[in-house]
């Protein structure tokens, strides 16, 4: 039998990528967007995220092997939070029963380099607990200061989600049940959420002073694809909680030896 994956935010960009890439190598996908996909849902919402996992359980059958957690927003905005953490983070644990059938589990969701940016301690904090309305009303008032006018959101976000899997992944919930729970934290990956700030090449140039990508500058889609398919594939066995840069050196360069 093929192997079943589920990716959330499959109608584009990184999504779209991955699902084209696993279905050329034989894989049967589970899309979820908000539209043009298999599981047509919104994860801004909790009725969004019940549904999404009814109706996953119900196209699969009740067993999946691998979950890619990737749907994202990079707008000023509390849709934001509602999204790239409590979708991604319903989306695992709503998700992770629908593993326990398969031969070789998965899971995967998709970070950023961002998490290396400036961003609102406070919203972080709120984020930990999944605390959702309190993050909410946070990133609303985030989003009204002149200062930053919402751009530490997205930031803030994608430092939760990197958070969230080096908590998660060695419990028992999904190491213990032999589940790999690793992340991906891209650069700048040429899809529609960027493609406004990477339209010209002085923006280009000028956001690559901030995202500094020394080996190969922007990446395409599939590049990211790639490194989700092996995490989430039967080879990997081993790595648990690792927020794995695919950045064109971006990491290396901003944090350095802080690492260690
Ligand atoms: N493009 C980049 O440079 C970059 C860099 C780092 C991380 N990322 C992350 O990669 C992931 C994919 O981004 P992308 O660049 O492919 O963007 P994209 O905009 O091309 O695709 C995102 C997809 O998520 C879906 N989505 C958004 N809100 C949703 C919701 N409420 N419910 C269901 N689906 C929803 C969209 O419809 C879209 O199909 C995101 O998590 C993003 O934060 C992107």
Redesign the pocket.
Known sequence: MPRASVI?????????ATKELLEQRGERVIG????DAEVV????TAE?RTGVVDAVRKVSGGRIDAIYA?????LPDP?TV???FF?TVATLEGLRPLLQGSEAPRAVL?????ALMASDDELVALLAPGDEQPALARAGVLAKEPATTGRLI?AST?LALSRWVRRQAATAEWAGAGIPLNAV??????????ADLIATEEERESLLKVVPMPLNGIAE?IV?ARLLAWLNSVENTHLCGQIVYVDGGSDAVLRGDSVW
């Open positions: 959330t935010g499959s109608a584009s960009g990184i999504g779209k979820v967007d908000l539209h849902a919104d994860l801004s969004g990737n749907a994202g927003l990079a849709a509602a999204v790239n979708g998709v970070s950023s380099m961002a997205y994608k934290s891209p650069g700048v990956i040429a899809t529609p959420m960027t889609p990211v």
